[in-house]
């Protein structure tokens, strides 16, 4: 067995401005016996010479790689790949955990035997620090298994950062190379690759912080055929391991909830994108890859209505969209935001 108890991944690009608090956090975390994988991803600013001064100074702790650029999931598998520890973090190299982020998970897990631990975190403005949400604590202190007929795991926050793998479960398995969604996929993927335990606690442990540059008003059409691409690699996955008829409809759930959802609310800011034409090929694609996604019982009224209301915005989505009214969700989604300052989390 492992000496290392966690492996923590940081892709690293750039951002040397933010770099120096993130690793603090992470040298001096209070778990013992746990490596820092500090992978360069081709950056252009003086983060290189950062990560090699924690080197230096933390030899048993941090170890550092430099890699041509090939984007951030190219550097998350880099990393995985080299980690050795008993449990693997992803930590994004412009947030701060705590420092007993690594301790209190790996504790959790170890207690209740999980194949992932997840804990709260909160969303923060760089500019103003101010706490904008504090998220994953509703569930308190819990342990559930993964069951493809509970539309929990597809609910459940996807990010990397507030959760530790088991590593023997993720070992094999590849971040998808593109943007915005391969945390979703690779959390996916490790359940229907055998991951089977999970564990929460509500302690919030890691701080998000929002820079200016959103992904919601930077997304594209490229993006939205990338996310078609790679729900397709998931399909093929659960085709390929014979698990697709069990699979399929948290699949069409999955695939519509951050198609037809998330990713067309953000794709409505690219003022270059027609968007009736955008949300008539995406219905097309649901129909033709995921046509589950109409009758999925996780969109049903009788399923939504006693979850509140998040669920009951949901099944009005899935209502516009049925009667082939995608727009309307869009015009009043952006109503709220734009204007009210509502931002609705599905």
């Known amino acids: 067995m492992s000496s290392v108890k966690v492996s923590i991944v940081v892709p690293i690009y750039n951002l040397e401005k933010y ?11 209070t778990l013992e016996d746990i490596e820092i994988l500090c992978v ?6 003086s983060a290189p010479e950062i990560i ?30 080299q980690a050795t520890g008993e449990y693997v973090g992803f930590i994004d190299s412009d947030d701060i955990p705590e420092v007993t982020w690594a301790e209190k998970l790996y504790n959790a897990a170890k207690e209740n035997d999980a194949d992932i631990a997840f804990c709260g975190y909160d969303r923060v403005e760089l500019e103003t620090g101010k ?8 569930y308190g202190v819990m342990n559930k298994e993964v069951d493809w007929n509970d539309d929990f795991i597809v609910y459940a926050n996807p990010s990397l950062w507030n959760k530790l793998y088991r590593l023997e479960k993720v070992k094999h398995l590849e971040f998808l190379p593109f943007r915005g969604c391969n945390d979703t996929l690779f959390l996916i993927h490790s359940y229907m690759d ?7 606690i509500p302690d919030v442990l890691y701080h998000y912080y929002l820079r200016s540059s959103s992904q919601i008003h930077s997304l594209n059409s490229k993006d939205i055929e990338n996310l078609k691409k790679y729900l397709l690699v998931t399909k093929e996955h659960a085709v390929k391991i014979g698990k697709y008829e069990e699979y399929k409809e948290t699949l069409a759930t999955m695939a ?12 409505s800011y690219d003022k270059s994108v027609k ?21 999925s019982k996780h969109f049903r009224i009788v399923h939504c209505l006693p979850k509140g209301f998040k669920h009951i915005c949901i099944w009005g989505v899935h209502l ?6 995608p727009i309307v969700y869009i015009w009043v989604n952006r109503f709220l935001l734009d204007v009210v300052k509502l931002e609705v989390k599905w």
């Not at 706490?131 to 509703?138: F, K, L, R």
């Not at 519509?256 to 794709?267: D, E, G, K, R, Y």
């Open 19 to 29: 770099i120096p608090k993130c690793l603090d956090a992470l040298v001096n975390q």
């Open 40 to 45: 360069d991803d081709g950056s252009t600013d």
């Open 52 to 81: 090699e001064d924690y080197k230096k100074r933390y030899p048993n702790k941090v170890k550092t790689f430099h890699k041509e650029n090939g984007g951030e999931w190219s550097a998350r598998t880099y990393g995985l790949k």
């Open 131 to 138: 706490v904008v949400s504090t998220e994953m604590t509703q």
């Open 194 to 200: 055998g991951v089977k335990k999970l564990t929460f």
């Open 256 to 267: 519509f909830l951050h198609l037809a959802i998330s990713w067309a609310f953000m794709l």
């Open 275 to 295: 968007m009736n034409k955008a949300l008539k090929e995406i219905i097309t694609y649901l129909n033709e890859n995921f046509p589950e996604w109409k009758n």
């Open 320 to 325: 516009f969209y049925r009667i082939h009214l």
